[in-house]
């Protein structure tokens, strides 16, 4: 009944959430409930993330969906003058939304890049379910177009931030339904500077996942901060911390209390 007398309703509303910060979402989309209903999202992975952002310099939200993490990234470190936000979603929509919301906020520290990432610049496809913007899934080969799909662009997120000009530690979160390993592979100079990634990962990238991160001398931990074999059985999704081994006992010490 909830639903039907809601999100139904093709709209938008300003939610005063309880981190502090206005957003705007769509009252059409199941992935605003729990903004709408709670005034918050995804608790968990909230909590991680203010720990591992105190003292960022760079936050990079990879398919931001509506910008929740980029907008509580710049609620916390609005005060710090070198912190920047890059905030990277293909879906035109929510981008408009996105947009409302750095504005409503007066967030000047973030960068709003309408495109999906992958491993190499380009064109390609982007399909999202009508009311379930969570979904949405951005492939860039050209062939790959299906009904209701539209065009793209690709980005590399080494190709959007100048990693010599940042003065302190990097913070990039992917959740991009399945490009993961993508994604990570356009980011090689991010860990070149021993950026941190918190990644949504599908269980069937993992044994890709592997020896890309050992190759780069990168350790997969669950969000507990405990390191995962990657020939474990693991959930079809589930979120993980990436980190450079020389960091994994202060990203350890930093997210403990979190989920403690």
């Known amino acids: 009944m909830l639903y039907r007398s809601v999100f139904t309703h093709r709209r938008d509303h300003t939610i005063q959430t309880r981190d502090g910060f206005l957003i705007r979402v769509p009252l059409y989309d199941q992935a605003a409930a729990s903004i709408v209903f ?4 995804s608790p968990q992975e909230a909590a991680i993330l203010r720990r591992l952002l105190k003292g960022c310099a760079l936050f990079v939200d990879v398919g931001a969906n509506l910008g929740y993490f980029s907008l509580l990234a710049c609620a916390l470190n609005r005060h710090q003058d070198d912190f ?66 539209v065009r793209v662009e690709f980005v590399r997120i080494d190709d959007l931030v100048q990693y010599s000009t940042v003065t302190g530690s990097i913070l990039i979160k992917i959740d991009v339904e399945g490009g993961e390993v993508d994604a990570l592979a356009g980011a090689t100079e991010a860990m070149r500077h021993g950026a941190v990634f918190m990644c949504e990962v599908w269980a069937s990238s993992v044994s890709e996942l592997d020896p890309f991160l050992a190759s780069h001398n990168y350790v997969m931990m669950d969000v507990s901060g405990n390191c995962i074999d990657y020939r474990a059985s693991l959930p079809s999704r589930t979120d993980v911390i990436l980190a450079p081994a020389s960091r994994v006992a202060a990203v350890q010490h930093a997210i403990q209390p979190a989920v403690a």
């Open 38 to 41: 709670e005034r918050a999202y």
């Open 84 to 149: 920047a936000v890059v905030t990277v979603e293909p879906n035109a929509a929510l981008c408009r939304l996105i947009r409302i919301s750095f504005q409503l906020n007066q967030f000047d520290c973030a960068e709003l890049i309408e495109a999906a990432a992958g491993r190499e610049a380009g064109c390609g496809y982007f399909q999202v379910q009508d009311n379930l913007s969570s979904n949405g899934r951005a492939v860039l080969e050209a062939d790959s177009a299906s009904d209701g799909a």
